[in-house]
């Protein structure tokens, strides 16, 4: 476990444990879903955490395959008998802590060096840089190939946020794509009004486990029970978001990502934000989160 610490703020990392975050707290009140007891182990434990790192893709290859110049590539199922693979490898694996600022222990990065295998047949190098702030937390992620050929690339962070009753989001965004009954994106629709967070409203139960595009890149989570705000900026290259709001549970999931869920199995993957990396090149993004108290 790697904790860090700034002011109110505090956190956890699990570099064992898919380097996921087992907490985040602001005046000791978790804002992620706190790791469950007796779930810090690989496989399962980052599905019991706070939050993981999507990488080298987010969400679903359709049956665990997909062609990539000229090939068909076939992934291990990595999800239980569920029929596709998810999230790509690294938040199943164990990764390494290559550095800690131990005067002031608000930061922390983690590398992750994957070698082809039946999860991903590229050998490629996955960086997360985590910061605490005196009001935010500031993650980099980086992918690089280490491979002699060309890899598809994505990446993206799952964080579980805490799912109270009044708990309030808000986001923009242009359209959303709908789902089969395999959980596979068909086609893209106007957000109906039940997932429509273009202003700040209670999120209730409105059965999402969508992906959005044309996002503002900003969104808003707000606890009145906490009196507190949390607004998420995401870079560039995180053109899309993934809302998952599971029926009677104590989570949600706002996740910003770099493409659409199954991209890699659509004829124009880089339409929906695939990346191609050549040999030696990296793709980075950022996420920031800021934390403001309500006042009055």
């Known amino acids: 476990m790697v904790p860090l610490c700034h002011g109110n703020l505090e956190a956890s990392l699990l570099p064992g444990c898919g380097g996921a975050f087992s907490y985040l707290r602001w005046k000791g009140q978790d804002l992620l879903r706190p790791l469950v007891s007796g779930c810090d182990s690989l496989p399962e434990g980052p599905r019991h955490s706070g939050g993981y790192v999507l990488a080298p893709y987010s969400n679903r290859i359709a049956d665990a395959a997909f062609s990539w110049q000229g090939e068909t590539i076939c992934l291990k199922r990595n999800f239980g008998n ?59 992620l980086s992918l690089e ?6 890899m598809p690339a994505g990446l993206g962070w799952h964080p579980y946020f805490q799912r109270t009753p009044k708990v309030q989001l808000e986001f923009a965004a242009a359209s959303v794509w709908i789902n089969d009954d395999r959980q596979l994106p068909t086609h893209q629709v106007t957000p109906p009004d039940k997932w429509h967070f273009c202003h700040l409203r209670p999120l209730e139960w409105p059965g999402v486990d ?13 606890w009145p029970e906490y009196r507190l705000r949390l607004r998420l900026l995401a870079s560039e290259e995180l053109s899309h ?56």
């Not at 190939?145 to 060309?150: H, K, S, V």
């Not at 992906?211 to 989570?221: E, K, L």
């Not at 869920?261 to 339409?271: C, F």
Request: proline share 7%; net charge negative; with cysteine.
């Open 210 to 222: 969508n992906c959005y595009t044309g996002w503002s890149r900003h969104a808003q989570i707000h």
């Open 82 to 140: 569920h029929p596709h693979s998810l999230h790509g490898f690294a938040w199943q694996r164990a990764w390494e802590l290559v550095r800690q600022d131990e005067q002031s222990q608000d930061r922390a990065t983690l590398v992750l060096h994957h070698l082809p295998d039946t999860d991903w047949p590229w050998s490629c190098k996955v960086t997360q840089e985590v910061s605490l702030g005196p009001n935010r937390v500031s993650l980099t």
């Open 241 to 296: 978001l993934v809302l998952f709001t599971p029926e009677q549970q104590d989570f949600f999931a706002l996740e910003p990502v770099s493409h659409a869920n199954a991209a890699l199995n659509s004829d124009k993957p880089h339409a929906h934000g695939m990346q191609t990396l050549a040999p030696g090149e990296s793709f980075s993004c950022h996420l920031q989160l800021n934390l403001e108290e309500d006042h009055g």
């Open 145 to 150: 190939n280490l491979d002699t050929r060309p």
